[in-house]
């Protein structure tokens, strides 16, 4: 009889802990596999929102970022079918393993039934003419073939994921926060989980760290306090854009995402465009912490008049500073702090101008904003000059790729942070400095979105098979 209670345990249900999970069985796998998950399952999280209008701050969490699948199951659902996109999980175990992982993991979503169409192909001319207005602007043009499968397919996919890893053994212990983890000596040999009645303490053989992205911080934290073996890492401070869906007309139909990449005078930032939703609607996520963050939806059968998609600075920070995940909390604590807790929007005229927008301005725009409790103001109070500098220079480039992209009516959105862990440093067989513990998909430091988190965990669940 074994001495640990599971062989394996998996914190966190997004995609890297559920694609762990999913090809252990796949490999007919016959270890004892717990998942812990603070949030609810798939079909009992519902955001009120989209009776209200208005942002609810759900307690104890938010369901559109917590739950199994995690913010997978609520967002747009775009599948990057190509290694150049995604994070650095290239770099680790190689280019040609990444693509091979890829589309590996991508007939895993057909058997759940993603859409067959792939978006972004079949148009080289066109891409070919939208490239050399790209190079012409200073910028990279990254054509990824997309899969989408759109908010509420995602929602239904990840259901059906759910069950299956019910039906075959995996135990899901949702509803239920791991606070810490258990190290003896140089091993790690369990974990630490709350329950109504007190804390309890878990063993596995093995144990998985998969909390994303909203998870970013307590691994950070534990990271720190157990000696697990890290850098710093990457943090995106940006906004989310909003155009009417003609001017992005030729890019979405071509493209369906335009993966732009440039690298703006005078600072020369790594800045990009992610997470483009043609016809999609911009949306709130709260974190634990109370912090308000703006992201874009995008649904199969619901379409707006507009496109949106983020505009991400890098910020890469040096010694003696290691907090890169609370500088950009702090950001985005002052642009709450603006709005009153909500998200904050403003023209791209208005910020060249040096003034506010107002609300009866954007009811007089041609873009409106598909976020209705959107605040009009001003985001350059609270965004640092580097990261405005930047992303205004930005825009004036893609305008050139894109007519129309720098119009006046342009719709700023802010905060839009992405969250990255202090990078977790792993060999290529994903071994940390702990035994028995892995670190993986956007909280690893290693990944960015989704399918590359999952491609992560189809990774360590043939380690760990």
Not at 5 to 27: H, Q, R
Not at 181 to 199: L, P, R, Y
Request: proline content about 4%.
């Amino acid at each position: 009889m074994s001495k640990y209670d599971y062989d394996v345990i998996i914190i966190g249900a997004g995609p890297s802990g559920i694609f762990t999970a999913l090809e252990m069985i796949k490999s007919k796998s016959t270890k004892k596999i717990a998942i812990i998950e603070k949030g609810s399952s798939v079909n009992k999280r519902s955001c009120p929102k989209q009776k209200t209008n208005k942002c609810m701050n759900c307690k104890p969490y938010c369901h559109i970022t917590t739950g199994f699948s995690g913010a997978g199951a609520f967002s747009d659902g775009k599948l990057s079918l190509s290694y150049e996109v995604g994070g650095e999980l290239p770099n680790l175990i190689g280019a040609d393993a990444a693509q091979e992982l890829i589309d590996y993991t991508d007939k895993m979503y057909l058997e759940f039934g993603a859409d067959t169409k792939i978006e972004g192909i079949g148009n080289p001319d066109k891409v070919k003419a939208i490239r050399k207005k790209a190079i012409k602007s200073g910028l990279k043009l990254v054509d990824c073939p997309i899969r989408h499968l759109g908010t509420e397919k995602a929602h239904t996919l990840y259901g059906a994921i759910e069950e299956f890893l019910h039906q075959n053994g995996v135990e899901l212990i949702l509803n239920t926060d791991c606070s810490d983890i258990i190290i003896e000596g140089e091993t790690c040999t369990g974990v630490v989980i709350e329950e109504k009645t007190g804390k309890r303490i878990l063993t596995a053989e093995n144990i998985v760290i998969a909390t994303g992205r909203k998870g970013a911080d307590w691994l950070e934290r534990v990271c720190r306090e157990h000696n697990i073996a890290h850098r710093p890492g990457t943090v995106d401070i940006g906004v989310r854009v909003e155009v009417r869906n003609e001017i992005m007309e030729e890019v979405n139909e071509v493209l369906y995402e335009s993966k732009l990449i440039g690298y703006p005078a005078p600072f020369k930032n790594k800045v990009r465009t992610f997470c483009q939703n043609p016809g999609g609607f911009v949306s709130q996520e709260n974190y634990d912490n109370g912090l308000a963050v703006v992201n874009g939806h995008s649904y199969k059968g619901t379409k707006s008049h507009n496109t949106n998609l983020a505009i991400l600075v890098s910020h890469n920070f040096t010694h003696p500073f290691n907090q890169p995940i609370a500088y950009a909390q702090k950001v985005g604590e002052l642009t709450n702090m603006l709005a009153n807790g909500q998200i904050l929007v403003q023209r791209f005229g208005d910020i060249l101008e040096g003034k506010r927008t107002w609300e009866k301005e954007l009811n007089h725009s041609n873009v409106r904003p598909t976020i209705p409790d959107a605040v009009a103001g001003d985001i350059t109070a609270a965004m640092p000059y580097r990261a405005m500098v930047n992303i205004i220079n930005f825009i004036h480039a893609v305008d050139n790729v894109v007519p129309g992209f720098a119009s006046p009516e342009t719709l700023l959105y802010s905060p839009e942070l992405k969250f990255y862990s202090n990078c977790v440093k792993l060999d290529h067989q994903l071994n940390t400095n702990i035994k028995g513990l892995f670190c993986l998909g956007d909280s690893s430091g290693w990944t960015r979105g989704l399918m590359m988190a999952s491609v992560m965990g189809v990774l360590c669940g043939r380690r760990l098979k």
